[in-house]
């Protein structure tokens, strides 16, 4: 990865575009540390430091957005706006006709899905902005309560979120890497202090015996990092043989290639969509009463917490059943095997058409299976670590957000080295 940085360095337009890149993270966060009008930040930040909201939907939030959701900054939505505005787009896609259609237009009919992209961004972030002022007001956050410091702080958060989208688009047309991933990059490394503060405070009270404890935890750290990597740039080759014809007195075809399939095709979106549904229910809670000890919603909360056994079990299943739905939405054998039947692609011992699809569809749902449980130890591993009796506080995602911080250095280091191979420098990538 440094060396992929230090020969992109030595290129002058892609030094532009790394320093451009540099500089719109900059601006984001500092974004992320402008106060909006009228918000109490000490009460807001109490709130938050609370056992409750660190274990809820807000607390996850909060992560991703580099701990300004809790404090109500400008930039408080994040990137969460536009990331499910993406996940809508692209569910409407496959069942909207005329949106399907529109994404087999290329480049134009992709500029009008971006383009409604943005408009389902701003409305997602409207209505959040409404459902997080009223959160404020109920919790006592805001100085004011008044009908114009509402519309202020709903307009201030709606706009952030506008701002952002922006940004990311900005990086992806004059930067380097996917611009969201960038920012979501961004959020995640100015978390850290925040995720590891009760360690460091646990490891402060304990003496030699917790030192020890959260060394053999950094150790382990290290190997699940290396773990990632190694999964993330696992893919099973299926080998692809094109047949031989002749054109005029020239024979094209014949050569051999292979149809890559990624060990962890989904990415991260099996966890988020896995864990964003495990913590409703506690979400929902902290706008109510808390229930008393042998009721029937205090035993149904106790069963959704995030260091129980059941928690754990159903998010194993759940990361499952959203990794095989996200591949259906995102990977078509159907369409793949018809591409190579047309362009005289077969698989060896496979016959093209149907035979091709059902092979490629058996060969994806083990492939998805294998990723899936993947994905559920990482998402599972900080739980079994807390098992232990290890505090790790807000860390509880830290899985989550590990396999993010890999997936976005992988994706960019792979951006940076075809931009340079395509500039034809031999030896930088030796």
Known sequence: MFKTLINAWKLPDLRKKMIFTVIILLLYRVGCVLPVPYINAATIGSWFSSMSAQGSLLGYFNILSGSSFSQATLFALSVTPYITASIVMQLLTIAIKPLEEMAKEGEEGQKKINRITRYVTVGLALLTSYGYYVTLRN???????????????????????????????????????????????????????????????????????????????????????????FVTNSERRLPVQYAKKVVGRKMYGGQSTY???????????????????????????????????????????????????????????????????????????????????????????????????????????????????????????PMLISALGVNLGSFTFGGTSLLILVGVILETKRDLESQITMRHYKGFLG
């Open 139 to 229: 919790n006592n956050c805001l100085n004011d309560t008044g009908t114009f410091a509402g519309i202020v702080i709903v307009a201030c958060h709606c706009a952030g979120a506008a701002m952002i989208m922006y940004m990311g688009e900005r990086i992806d047309e004059f930067g380097v890497g996917n611009g969201i991933s960038m920012i979501l990059f961004a959020n995640i490394i100015a978390s850290f202090p925040t995720m590891f503060e009760p360690i460091r405070q646990y490891t402060q009270a304990g003496g030699i015996g917790m030192v020890a404890i959260y060394a053999g935890i950094a150790v382990l750290l290290v190997l699940v990092v290396a773990f990632i990597v």
């Open 259 to 381: 149809l890559p399939i990624k060990l962890d095709m989904s990415g991260v979106m099996p966890i988020i969509f896995a864990n964003s549904i495990m913590m409703l229910p506690q979400t929902i809670a902290m706008f109510f009463k808390t229930p008393q000890e042998g009721t029937f919603w205090y035993g149904l909360l106790s069963f959704f917490q995030t260091m129980s056994v059941w928690y754990a079990l159903i998010l194993l299943v759940l990361i499952i059943a959203f990794s095989y739905f996200y591949l259906t939405i995102s990977f078509n054998p159907v369409e793949v095997a018809n591409n190579l039947k047309k362009n005289g692609g077969f698989i060896p011992g496979v016959r093209p058409g149907r035979p091709t699809a059902e092979f490629i569809n058996k060969s994806l749902k083990k492939i998805t299976l294998i990723g899936a449980f993947f994905l559920a130890f990482i998402a599972i591993l």
